[in-house]
């Protein structure tokens, strides 16, 4: 626990105390009275209810919709299953502003909707709704399923020997198995749309508000850090007391598993039931996932001249990014996935640490550390860029000038990820087979190596996938702390965003879309990740 302890210490808890303090301590006296006049405010109330219960919302219609796709992709092999599971994870790394601009094409004045049928939902909250859903449809996926896909289906099968309905022995045997996971999978579901932004800033426009909206807003428009300050501890009371609750309901229902190889448990799909969850499932993920990801691609490609790459070439050069920066903007590439392969370092490291901590049942310490790991979810990505500039600024902590700063701060965000993604498979682990490793003869190290390892390989790679991927989009605490001449690719499509003109916006879209072609390449090398051992562990 020493690690991850100190590392989220001097990361997070230290930057975040520092720019509250700031905002509630002027003159050397505590204004603890702004407290109670923003939590009085009417306004403050209706953005906190509504950012309450829009992330229930979402969270609930995302596991309804994600969780039969987990499902298949857990126990169907199909022909393009592995290119079209790293495709459903590419919305979860594009910047939240394109990805709403693109909603609002499908959903707003003139979209597809409007032009078909005379619909519109841009003034609706479904509109919101959906966007989070496309935006965690991964999450659900990649977590439940990938317990799911090594769970044994001969515990499901003696139990429909015994009698049993096909319901009655997913109910009773294969759903407790998955709550873990699934609960994982809706907390951080919870946590990323309770902290929403970009797609309320574009889709709710005045009308809907977050409480990381009404942040941004008192700090960046308004200069008021007191309220700010005051938002988010309201913001940090919340994400505690959901993280409470997750850890005292999961943990009674967590214990070993009986698990096998992956490849023992997906098969064709048999029946006429079966195919159709599968073509269903793949109807969603064309209409909800694919057909967002093509209209970047079009707009990309519809220069002016007509359907080109225009735009790609403009990314070559300085001048055609009309003063935007200071280097040519197809640099932004080559800084992401740097930036974001030292940050899956650090993610891996720091959350496989505290993945094998998590594990020993040490009482309420490690519970609440487990809590205190998922902070950086629910915390306001403004508040931790603006404390990274205002805390690590004087020796021996003087990093605004390093280039370190920029994966530190995306490692906050990978962290969670890695130690939920590990933590329900590391669990399932039979503590007999360490036991039996050490009475042989084998250190805790060399058991770890020899017994843990093996068995979470798999979960190990889809965690580092997951880091590597929130890491090549992460856009709230980059944005602040970015240098000019090393721009990030979300950075470099929020600046483009943010200038008038065709030619911009033009050059936004094509970073995007290859934001979200290198995302689907990694995350395709991702699938072919297997482990080598077989079996029941």
């Known amino acids: 626990m020493a690690v ?263 098969r064709r799909p048999q029946g006429a039931a079966q195919w159709a969850l599968l073509w269903g499932v793949l109807a969603v993920v064309a209409l909800l996932i694919l057909l967002p990801l093509a209209v970047l691609v079009e707009r990309s490609l519809d220069a002016p001249g007509g359907y080109g790459l225009d735009y790609y070439r403009a990314l070559q050069s300085v001048a055609d990014s009309g003063g935007t920066f200071f280097v040519a903007p197809m640099d932004a590439v080559w800084n992401s996935l740097r930036y974001a392969a030292v940050a899956t370092v650090f993610a891996v490291v720091v959350g496989g640490l505290a993945a094998a901590a998590l594990t020993r049942k040490a009482g309420r310490l490690v519970r609440g550390f487990d809590a205190l790991l998922m902070l950086p979810l629910g915390t306001s990505a403004v508040t931790v860029g603006f404390g990274f500039l205002i805390a690590l600024d004087e020796p021996p902590l003087d990093l605004r000038a390093s280039w370190i700063l920029v994966p530190l701060a995306q490692a906050l965000v990978g962290v969670p990820f890695v130690v939920r993604t590990m933590l329900p498979v590391l669990r399932a682990v039979d503590h007999r087979l360490r036991e039996a490793a050490a009475v042989l003869g084998a250190s805790p190290l060399r058991a770890w190596r020899e017994v843990d390892l093996p068995l979470v390989a798999r979960a190990l790679g889809v965690a580092a996938g997951f880091a590597f991927a929130v890491s090549l989009g992460e856009f709230g605490a980059t944005v602040f702390i970015a240098r000019p001449d090393h721009p990030t690719l979300p950075v470099a499509v929020a600046r483009f965003l943010g200038r008038a003109g065709q030619l911009n916006y033009g050059q936004a879209m094509a970073l995007s879309t290859i934001l979200m072609l290198v995302c689907a390449g990694s995350l395709l090398v991702l699938e072919r990740i297997r482990t080598d051992r077989s079996g029941e562990f």
């Open 4 to 266: 991850p302890a100190a590392f989220f210490a001097l990361f997070f808890l230290y930057p975040v105390a520092a720019i509250v303090t700031r905002g509630l301590r002027v003159d050397g006296q505590w204004r603890l009275g702004r407290i109670g006049d923003v939590l009085t405010d009417p306004a403050v109330l209706d953005i906190l209810w509504f950012t309450g219960w829009q992330a229930a919302a979402s969270t609930a219609l995302t596991l309804a919709v994600a969780l039969p796709g987990a499902y298949v992709f857990a126990r169907f092999t199909f022909p393009g299953k592995r290119l079209l599971r790293a495709v459903v994870t590419v919305p979860f790394v594009l910047p939240t502003v394109v990805a709403g601009s693109a909603f609002l094409a499908l959903l707003g004045h003139g979209g597809l909707l409007d032009s078909l049928w005379g619909v519109r939902l841009d003034t609706s909250v479904w509109a919101i709704l959906l966007a989070h859903v496309f935006f965690n449809y991964a999450v659900v996926v990649r977590t439940v399923g990938g317990l799911w896909a090594q769970l044994d289906p001969r515990q499901e099968e003696a139990a429909r020997v015994l009698g049993a309905s096909r319901l009655a022995a997913w109910r009773r045997v294969t759903l407790p198995a998955l709550a873990p996971a699934v609960a994982a999978a809706s907390l951080m579901v919870f946590l990323f749309t309770f902290t929403s932004f970009g797609v309320i800033q574009i889709l709710g426009g005045p009308r809907y508000a977050t409480l990381e909206v009404a942040i941004y807003r008192e700090t960046a428009q308004l200069l008021d850090l007191p309220t700010a300050a005051v938002l988010t501890l309201v913001q940090f009371a919340a994400v505690a007391a959901v993280l409470a609750l997750h850890a005292w309901t999961v943990r009674r229902r967590e214990g070993a598993l009986k698990l096998v190889a992956p490849e023992q448990t997906a």
